[in-house]
C-alpha cells in the first residue's frame, strides 16, 4: 500500500482492522502521509495486535510526537520484529522515547532510523538504549546529521562488551 496518499484517514482504517483479528504480517505505508495522527492510531494498534511483525513506515511525517506513540507500543508489543522509521522527520526527542521503549523490548531486530535529524542527542539516547537492548540484530543510521562527538560516542558504545549487533550502518 506505499505511495497511496491514505492519509490520517487510512491509517486510522487501517489500525482498526489490525485490532480486530487481522492475520496481516507485514504492512508496508511508506509515502502515504499518515502523519503524527496516524502514528498514533498505529501505536494503539499495534499495543493490541500479536501478528504484524514487519511496518515500513518510511516517508510520512511522523515526527516526534508521532514516534512516541510507535514506542509506547513498543514496551508491550511482541511480535514486531522490524520497523522501518526513514525520512520521518525525526529528531533527538522523539529518539529519547524510542530509546527508552528499546529498552524493554526484547523482539525487534531491525530498526531503519537513516534520513532523520537525529544528532548527537538523539544518539546518546539511542546509545543508552542499545547497552541493555539484546535483541536488535540490524540498525541503520546513516544520514542522522552526527558530528565526529556523535560518531565516536556511538562508537564507544558499540565497542562494548555488552553490546551485539549484527550490522549497524552509519
Do not use: P
Not at 56 to 66: A, E, M, P, R
Not at 75 to 94: C, Q, R, S, W
Not at 100 to 106: H, S, T, V
Amino acid at each position: 500500500m506505499c505511495f497511496e496518499a491514505i492519509g490520517v484517514a487510512g491509517a486510522q482504517y487501517l489500525a482498526s482492522a489490525m485490532q480486530t483479528g487481522s492475520t496481516l504480517q507485514t504492512l508496508n505505508l511508506s509515502s502515504n502521509e499518515i502523519g503524527e495522527e496516524g502514528a498514533q492510531h498505529l501505536g494503539s494498534a499495534l499495543q493490541i495486535n500479536k501478528t504484524l511483525t514487519n511496518l515500513f513506515l518510511c516517508w510520512n511525517y511522523i515526527s516526534d510526537s508521532g514516534l512516541l506513540h510507535l514506542a509506547g507500543a513498543l514496551l508491550t508489543n511482541t511480535t514486531l520484529v522490524a520497523l522501518d522509521l526513514e525520512h520521518n522527520y525525526i529528531n533527538g526527542e522523539g529518539i529519547m522515547h524510542l530509546g527508552n521503549a528499546l529498552q524493554d523490548n526484547k523482539v525487534l531486530t531491525n530498526l531503519n532510523l537513516s534520513d532523520n535529524h537525529i544528532g548527537d542527542d538523539g544518539i546518546q539516547h539511542l546509545a543508552i538504549a542499545l547497552l541493555t537492548n539484546i535483541a536488535l540484530e540490524i540498525l541503520n543510521l546513516s544520514s542522522i546529521h552526527l558530528t565526529t562527538e556523535g560518531a565516536r560516542y556511538l562508537s564507544d558504545v558499540l565497542q562494548s562488551n555488552r553490546v551485539r549487533h549484527d550490522s549497524v550502518y552509519v
